[in-house]
């Protein structure tokens, strides 16, 4: 019931497209859904985070879309550009607690 | 804002020794803080939790008197690899929570230490 499941586990998309990753989880005490940005050899960066009473949140050209019910959520990177190329993982919890983290999807921009 | 340093960032030492990481929230206060090993390629894998001036919460399968983790004050936590071999290699990364307003759960990561035993 801790896991967290992050699809897919690497993804090329070409330069100016739409890079989707996927997470799913099982704990329906979560309460904050991050996604961070980890370039090799260095610590992962918060890039952008949703609580569950919103459907949406964007913030310039990364999405998250949340889906309650179905207890997944989703990071979209609009116009994609090379400088995204890097290891993103979504992860989630509750107050007071670690977060979980997804294994990881290592998004390829192609120019 | 936000800001998590980590020292050394990389290092090197002989089977046997030990070695000391910094963890330090630079411009707030860290109420948790979580430390982190890294595989290449893999995912992040908690290794304990500590609050200031308490004990750390170790994960099952973390070695509490392998991995001494002090947390004594709200901008500083330390991790110390005692008697550290070859297998004790990896990629450690620390974060920092300020449980206060905002997002309560946000953490920051550290920038990693890159840690090798010859």
């Not at chain 2, 707030?28 to 290449?40: E, K």
């Not at chain 2, 990364?93 to 759960?105: D, E, K, L, Q, T």
Request: charge should be positive; include cysteine; hydrophobic fraction near 35%.
């Amino acid at each position: 019931q801790q896991q967290v499941k992050q699809s897919p586990q690497s993804l090329i998309v070409q330069k100016g497209g739409i890079s989707i990753i996927n997470c799913a989880y099982e704990n329906t005490a979560f309460d904050y859904f991050p996604w961070y940005q980890q370039f090799p050899g260095k610590g992962p960066a918060l890039l952008i985070a949703i609580r569950p009473d919103v459907s949406e949140k964007k913030e310039g050209r990364f999405t998250i879309s949340f889906n309650k019910s179905a207890k997944q959520f989703s990071l979209h990177i609009m116009d994609s550009q090379p400088g995204d190329s890097a290891t993103y993982f979504c992860a989630a919890g509750e107050a007071g607690t670690a977060l979980i983290f997804g294994k990881g999807t290592t998004l390829s921009v192609s120019s | 804002g936000a800001v998590v340093s980590q020292h050394p960032s990389r290092v090197i030492c002989k089977s046997g020794t030990s070695v000391k990481i910094e963890c330090r929230s630079l411009d707030f206060q860290a109420t948790t803080m979580f430390w982190y090993r890294q595989f290449p390629k893999k995912s992040l894998m908690l290794m304990a939790t500590s609050n200031e001036g308490s004990k750390a919460t170790y994960e099952q399968g973390v070695e509490k008197d392998k991995f001494l983790i002090n947390h004594a004050s709200l901008t500083l936590s330390t991790l110390t690899v005692t008697s550290a071999h070859p297998e004790d290699s990896s990629f450690y990364i620390c974060s920092a929570r300020s449980g206060a307003g905002g997002f309560y759960n946000e953490q920051f990561f550290g920038p990693g230490t890159r840690l090798t035993v010859l």
